[in-house]
């Protein structure tokens, strides 16, 4: 039997900011892509109340039933605990460097870094007197995922976004025809209807009649960029083009790298991971250089004609990063913006403060944009909904 750690080495109990490491503990599990959740914090918390904390393998034993439910995540929750709760003197508990665990969470590092106050002369302040647990859980996990970008989640945050693009409302955007129905509200006399109804009366005009102009569901379709730039934000910005095909009828998606390739057939399928990884196989260029002003060129003449009929709307996502001409991809843009009705440029580097278009292939599409919205998170979507519905319009 393995003999119990001594006291002094082990820095849970010692340290007294045991709830506040425990927290951080989950926050980093769950930057691993491990699901964690506060009811399972809450447990553990529990659990350490009837186990000896002095046996390191005991708490080791209580964590690991508590937070892992799948046989994946084992190896990598060893590795987590390990570094995490480190046993170091109680005297000095600096923090813990997680540089060589997080790699693909470049944030990471600061943010799940462990809690250390030592030294008798650091004075609490008002903020620190707060109960650690309910100020943390005050703030909804949901408004921080709604914020955070694409390119720094977790897999498992990933996976909620998922679940939220497939439960994000998208009204279609409509176009007034000229086509009129009978509208007793309409703005045009019916003068048809009028005097059928008033042969009853004589044919005094004792009942107007009105019609209204008829409203069609626009046509949407979506260019997205594929190309190794934009290969952290692909992934999900296919399962963007797949909530947009499931909620709207008519929705034309193509994605490009050095070539243009239509998808919008594969996303027609009921599994949302299926149409994506069909998706994926029906590209060759996936990650490849870009050559926006070809792709364009290539949509304009072989497919524009068909796709583009009755005021179509069109969105090209990209960061417009460009190996291509740019007189060329002047030229495809502005063929591109007379063809359709409105025309919207979504780049996911427009979601940082410090971002400006300087790029060749930025300055040569935005001549000929209506619309320039990030795409770099879910707000950023939900802000496209009301711009494609009409109830908020942005200008780049």
């Given at each position: 039997?393995?003999?119990p750690?001594?006291?002094t ?20 599990l ?5 699901p ?7 447990d ?14 005991d ?14 995540h084992l ?9 995490f ?13 997680l ?5 693909r ?24 007197d707060?109960?650690f647990?309910d ?11 709604r ?6 989640m977790s897999?498992?945050e990933?996976?909620?976004v ?5 439960a994000?409302?998208?009204q ?25 109804q008033n ?6 005009a ?8 008829k409203?069609?569901?626009?046509r ?55 149409a994506v990884?069909?998706a994926?196989?029906?590209v ?32 090209v996502?990209?960061d417009?990063?460009?190996?291509g001409?740019?007189?060329q991809?002047?030229?495809e843009?502005?063929r ?7 025309l ?7 979601g ?5 278009p ?26 496209l909904?009301e ?10």
């Amino acid at each position: 039997m393995t003999s119990p750690l001594p006291t002094t080495q082990y820095p849970i109990p010692a340290s007294g900011h045991l709830l506040p490491n425990i927290v951080h503990f989950g926050r980093l599990l769950r930057a691993l892509g491990i699901p964690v959740t506060p009811a399972q914090m809450l447990d553990f918390v529990a659990a350490l109340e009837v186990v000896d904390l002095r046996r390191r393998e005991d708490v080791q034993e209580s964590a690991r039933a508590i937070f892992v439910s799948r046989r994946e995540h084992l190896e990598l929750f060893d590795e987590a605990f390990a570094l995490f709760w480190r046993a170091r003197p109680t005297s000095h508990l600096p923090p813990i460097d997680l540089g060589t665990l997080l790699k693909r969470q470049p944030a990471a590092e600061e943010q799940y870094r462990l809690i250390s106050r030592t030294g008798a002369d650091k004075q609490p302040s008002a903020e620190e007197d707060e109960p650690f647990v309910d100020k943390l859980f005050a703030a909804s996990e949901q408004e921080v995922l709604r914020h955070k970008d694409f390119a720094r989640m977790s897999d498992y945050e990933l996976a909620q976004v998922k679940e939220f693009m497939q439960a994000l409302a998208w009204q279609p955007p409509l176009r007034r025809t000229h086509r009129r129905r009978p509208d007793g509200r309409g703005d045009q006399l019916d003068l048809r209807r009028t005097f059928r109804q008033n042969l009853r009366y004589g044919g005094e005009a004792l009942r107007l009649a009105h019609r209204q102009r008829k409203s069609r569901v626009r046509r949407l379709v979506v260019l997205c960029d594929i190309s190794g730039s934009m290969d952290r934000y692909a992934r999900v910005l296919l399962q963007f083009l797949y909530g947009l095909s499931r909620s709207l009828d008519q929705v034309e998606a193509f994605v490009f790298s050095t070539r243009l390739t239509r998808i919008t057939r594969q996303l027609q399928r009921h599994n949302i991971d299926d149409a994506v990884d069909q998706a994926a196989k029906s590209v060759h260029d996936w990650a490849g250089g870009t050559r926006i002003g070809e792709a364009i060129h290539a949509f304009n003449f072989e497919w524009g004609r068909r796709v583009l009929g009755q005021g179509a709307l069109v969105i090209v996502i990209s960061d417009g990063w460009d190996r291509g001409e740019p007189a060329q991809l002047d030229a495809e843009m502005e063929r591109l913006h007379r063809s359709c009705h409105r025309l919207i440029w979504l780049n996911p580097l427009l979601g940082s403060p410090t971002y400006q278009p300087l790029t060749r292939g930025i300055q040569a599409a935005l001549p000929h944009v209506d619309d320039f919205l990030p795409v770099h998170n879910l707000v950023s979507l939900e802000q496209l909904a009301e711009v494609l519905t009409g109830k908020k319009r942005e200008h780049g």
